[in-house]
């Protein structure tokens, strides 16, 4: 007997698959003694993407984008399926503000300050966990620089 998947289901299985894979380097990022695990966004291609086509995230995993030099970014969520939390990051590695993001939305999300840095966690990530702005994030100086 043959177990047949729709097809929609065997689509979303091997996009999931391929996005998982993408095969950005990480870094093991602490905030307030939480750890997480980061892929880095540090190319214009990597950092348009994003978790784009993602329908899910393992506990405690998110993504940096590390942009050449700091300025007023925004984000927005066409194609991103999980809700997230952003927080924008000063150069001494502090949190600007944290914003909360509706899956695919295209309702900019900026930061309220020069971000060298921005981290997507799940929704709710950084409230579950205390962190707000002001606080120290530990590791950004081993996260790869940007390289446009």
Request: charged share 20%; proline share 6%.
């Amino acid at each position: 007997m043959t177990t047949r998947f729709p097809a929609a289901l065997t689509f979303i299985a091997l996009f999931a698959t391929a996005a998982d894979a993408a095969g950005l380097p990480t870094v093991e990022l602490s905030i307030k003694g939480h750890r997480l695990v980061a892929e880095v966004a540090a190319t214009e291609a990597t950092r348009s993407t994003g978790l784009m086509n993602r329908f899910s995230l393992q506990p405690d995993h998110g993504m940096l984008f590390v942009f050449k030099e700091p300025r007023p970014q925004a984000f927005w969520m066409k194609n991103t399926y999980v809700p997230l939390s952003i927080a924008f990051i000063d150069g001494d590695g502090l949190i600007i503000n944290i914003e909360d993001m509706a899956p695919l939305t295209e309702n900019t999300h900026p930061s309220r300050g020069r971000a060298l840095y921005a981290l997507e966690m799940k929704k709710g990530w950084f409230a579950d966990r205390n962190i707000t702005p002001g606080t120290r994030i530990e590791g950004l100086a081993k996260a790869a620089r940007a390289a446009e």
